[in-house]
């Protein structure tokens, strides 16, 4: 299974493809948690992608192409993948598929997540997750039993730094300025659900 999972920022992408990962079996790829880890690791490009996402904009294509491209090699991928968060823009469309005509493989399917703009707003804003085990929560819609703890591995609870006010309205304009046209790239494609 090979699928791309569309959406704005706080649509539900990841916690799709975290439940499809599990049932299916093939590993999730989030290019917003390869690049968190690579900032975490302090490698030259996690230091070259740390300023654009602290403002929310988009971190340049051929960043993000060299850490796909290194996740997409890798010998778990072969039966598939789900990516998450991947491609944003035009380029990058483009790019993965060359990459998955290199690799003699096709997309089954682009699933688009559709949520308002006020939605996410209050979504991103409650978010909170897990950095020991990567939990989802939210304050409001879908707590912890106890308040900053995790219920799964009992890890304290934190809130991603772009994931202020004021940063998600910039990530939001970013999303439909760069990422929505890519609704209708692959509607032309016909597999776009
Ligand atoms: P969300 O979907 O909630 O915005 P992500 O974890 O997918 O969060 O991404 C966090 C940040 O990482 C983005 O705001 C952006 O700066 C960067 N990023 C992630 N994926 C990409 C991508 N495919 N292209 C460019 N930047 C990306
Ligand atoms: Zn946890």
Do not use: W
Request: charged fraction near 25%; charge should be negative.
């Amino acid at each position: 299974m090979r699928l791309i999972l569309l959406g704005p920022p706080g649509s539900g992408k990841g916690t799709q493809a975290a439940q499809l990962a599990q049932t299916s079996g093939v590993p999730q790829i989030s290019t917003g948690d390869l690049l968190r880890e690579e900032r975490a690791g302090a490698t030259d490009l996690g230091k070259q992608a740390a300023a654009y996402m602290d403002r929310g904009d988009l971190v340049p294509d051929e960043l993000v192409l060299e850490i796909l491209r290194a996740r997409v090699s890798k010998p778990d991928c072969a039966e598939g993948f789900l990516l998450d968060g991947f491609p944003r823009t035009v380029p990058q469309a483009e790019a993965l598929d060359a990459i998955l005509q290199g690799l003699g493989v096709q997309l089954e399917a682009v699933v688009d997540i559709e949520v308002p703009d006020a939605e996410i707003e209050s979504r991103i804003t409650g978010r909170r997750s897990c950095p020991a085990c990567a939990a989802i929560y939210h304050v409001v819609m879908q707590p912890p039993k106890t308040a900053g703890e995790c219920d799964r591995c009992g890890g304290a609870l934190t809130q991603r730094s772009d994931d202020s006010a004021e940063t998600v309205r910039n990530r939001l304009r970013v999303y439909h300025e760069q990422t929505q046209p890519l609704i209708e790239y692959y509607r032309t494609t016909g597999c776009l659900h």
